[in-house]
């Protein structure tokens, strides 16, 4: 049999997972609604991929977890390595795109920027606090518009006069774009103003201060969008490169370090049928106040983090219990 390795990307908003080889070709992948649950998402996920690989022929050897929710999920899977998104993306990116400089990942609720020189991540930043400029920003406008997210990208590139939209914060540009909507603006000049918006945020944002530098390669589900992809050309004056497996970056690259880092043993698919269950508890015996977020698999508790000392350690379920008390 050949040995295969399983990456998984779990965000806010998405999840993704790729099963590749010894050569980075993708045998199985899926991108799927997290749904505010990781734990149901990657069994869906593990599931899909799955039936997608013959297993007469493959066995996944290892396992690497990366996203906002990297943790909780390497535990449930067993991950032989986690590690975060930007050294993910990065490694991804550059097995595809050897010669890249910028990456521009804009997601579902987050947005970052990674700077590369020589293959190797020289500098970065990341907007995580706020969504104006987000994939859930165009969301939420689409249905205050009454238009398909999707469309957006196509209704944008045709659009002639784009409508200013002031877009650095999500409250001003919901207020914004009901005011120009009442003021008789075309909804398409709308759709193009937004799309145009959310890069004139993220360059004035995450971006700010940056040497961007050419190839640069767009990522995130919102690189779909033909619109932003064409303000982001105007705006910077070079060729942006979309890839038709951009959205799995980071998936990719984390499968890529489980096969190169991580430790190789066999995992097992039945994984999705165990039950596994959270517990967030409040460690009182210092004053950190630690939260920390316990992982069951059966009932029996598989790991735990958060804790800042070593008072705040738990080993196994009765010792989460006397600390939830």
Known sequence: MKDVYYGIDVGSISTKGVIIDDDNNILA???????????????????????????????????GTTGSARKLVGAIVDA?????????????????????????EIGGQDSKIILI???????????TLCAAGTGAFL???????????EEFGDIAINSESPTPIAARCTVFAESDLV??????????????????SIVNNYLNNVGRGKSIRTPIVFQGGVSKNKGVKKFFEEALGEDI????????AGAIGIAIMANKMGKHKEFNFETTDIEFKTRGV?????????????????????????????RGHIKNVKEMEKLSI
Not at 30 to 56: C, F, W
Not at 139 to 145: D, E, K, V
Not at 241 to 248: A, C, T, Y
């Open 282 to 310: 409040n460690c009182n015996k210092c004053p950190n106040h630690c939260e920390i977020m316990c992982v069951l698999r059966e009932g029996e508790l598989i790991d735990s983090w958060g804790n800042r000392c070593e």
């Open 29 to 63: 992948q899926d991108y799927l609604m997290t749904h505010g649950n990781p734990i149901d998402a990657v069994k869906r996920l593990t599931k899909s991929v799955e039936s997608q690989l013959d297993l007469d022929k493959y066995r996944v050897m290892s396992v």
């Open 179 to 196: 005011h120009k909507a009442q003021m008789g603006y075309a909804t398409n000049d709308i759709i193009a103003g937004l799309c145009k």
């Open 80 to 104: 032989s390595i986690v590690r975060n998104e930007i050294t993910a993306h990065a490694i991804g990116t550059i097995s595809m795109h050897p010669d890249v400089k910028t990456i521009l």
């Open 139 to 149: 969301s939420s406008q689409a249905s205050r518009l009454g238009v398909p997210v």
């Open 241 to 248: 490169i979309v890839d038709d497996v951009g959205h799995l």
């Open 117 to 127: 020189d020589d293959g190797v991540v020289v500098d970065y930043a990341m907007n």
